[in-house]
């Protein structure tokens, strides 16, 4: 207690049950009922009247349902969220656990669509609310269950968790690389690096039109925006700041750090580089930098890498799902195994990115039957979604 002079210290923080999850509940059990001792005597004589309200407001604060779904693209959906404390602890750059239950999980042709524990990047949160908007890119069985969910339904999130994106105190030009999946991760990272002082370029690459969404939220977030589709009509530039071309991604990229595209910020201003996308984005801009970009970044700038490596528990250091390795710039050996949910942004050059291809496809087999039947499930079967 504070008057006292004392602290409780459980689990891992106690010798005795240093090491395992195992040992960290035996502490626990060992040592509640010395705590609810300790909490009966000092309780006031009209708790019990206090309690329901007390629980009330803990079940307001710590629960989380669904408030809306809203489909943007024929695979993008946002999902929308009612998690009070969840929302308050969000910082730029953090991620969700996010899964349903599976007691409420529907049952069709007898098999329960229930999702896996999924990673989901936080598109922004209302402290005042409790409101998180989650961006689901519907890749995998669990992804896609997520349009099946209904507003009001409970939903087990747990988080926020990683690290939150390091946002520089201002004078600095931040140029951030990516697809599908940034537009998720810049809906909050822009407006708070922009609001520090600093600027935001914004290289959004996406295989067609229909992909792009909240446009006029991405814009709020970056000065200049070089909007980049593989194929297909090119995404409408509504600013005169901003560049819209189709083609290759890095050929437009090249051009645009030639001045072949009008350049509002050269590369040659740029002095933090931040990656988000797949791990295929992450291979390519890795050689680019090293080759046909080396000659524009003239500023040498930090390149900091998202990666979303296979995860499971996403409690920093628990079930290895999401191990990944680091090497030596130079050497190019391994060094040390990281937690990428504990460490999901790290510097370009110390990630194996073969590894990270490595961990994303172990599961390949089990998620293409899983795919199938899913599939089939849909096709036979009335199913709700989005």
């Given amino acids: 207690s504070e008057h006292d002079q004392r602290v409780s210290f459980l689990g891992d923080t106690h010798p005795a049950f240093h090491g395992s999850v195992v040992k960290a509940i035996a502490s626990g059990m060992r040592t509640y009922p010395h705590i609810v001792a300790i909490l009966n005597q000092r309780l006031p004589a009209n708790s019990s009247a206090d309690y329901p309200v007390f629980r009330a407001k803990m079940q307001d604060l710590l629960t989380a349902h669904v408030v809306k779904i809203q489909r943007y693209s024929p695979t993008v959906i946002e999902m929308q969220?009612?998690?009070p404390m969840a929302a308050k602890k969000f910082r730029p750059g953090h991620f969700f656990r996010v899964?349903?239950?599976?007691t409420l999980a529907t049952v069709v042709g007898e098999s329960r669509l229930q999702t896996e524990a999924t990673a989901m990047l936080g598109?922004?949160?209302?402290p005042v609310s409790g409101h998180i908007s989650l961006m689901v890119l519907e890749r995998g069985v669990s992804l896609r269950l997520y349009a099946t969910f209904r507003p009001?339904?409970?939903?087990?999130?747990?988080?926020p968790t990683g690290v939150n994106t390091k946002i520089p105190a201002g004078g600095e030009t931040v140029m951030i690389v990516g697809g599908r999946l940034s537009t998720a991760s810049i809906r909050s990272i822009g407006p708070a690096m922009r609001a520090a002082g600093n600027r935001v370029l914004y290289i959004a690459g996406f295989q067609t039109a229909d992909e792009a969404y909240c446009q006029e939220e991405l814009e709020a977030a970056a000065d200049v925006i070089v909007w980049v589709t593989e194929r297909g009509a090119p995404i409408p530039a509504r600013r005169p700041q901003d560049h819209s071309a189709t083609g290759d991604f890095f050929e437009i990229l090249q051009r645009y750090a030639t001045g072949q595209l009008p350049n509002a910020i050269p590369l040659q201003e740029v002095t933090r580089v931040l990656i988000i996308g797949s791990n295929r984005l992450v291979h390519k801009m890795q050689e680019a930098r090293h080759g046909v970009l080396r000659d524009y970044f003239t500023q040498s700038p930090e390149f900091i890498a998202s990666i979303y490596s296979s995860m499971?528990?996403?409690?920093k250091g628990i079930c290895?799902?999401?191990?990944?390795?680091q090497i030596d710039p130079v050497t190019k050996q391994r060094t040390k195994a990281v937690f990428a949910c504990s460490w999901q942004d790290q510097p370009l050059d110390i990630l194996d990115i073969a590894n990270v291809d490595e961990r994303l496809s172990q599961n390949r087999l089990q998620e293409s039957l899983t795919n199938l039947w899913l599939d089939y499930l849909f096709a036979h079967h009335t199913i709700e979604k989005v």
Wanted: hydrophobic share 50%; with cysteine.
């Fill in 81 to 83: 969220v009612r998690a």
């Fill in 99 to 102: 899964q349903n239950f599976e």
């Fill in 123 to 126: 598109a922004k949160a209302d």
């Fill in 152 to 159: 009001g339904e409970p939903i087990a999130l747990m988080g």
């Fill in 312 to 315: 499971q528990c996403m409690l």
């Fill in 320 to 325: 290895a799902q999401c191990l990944q390795w």
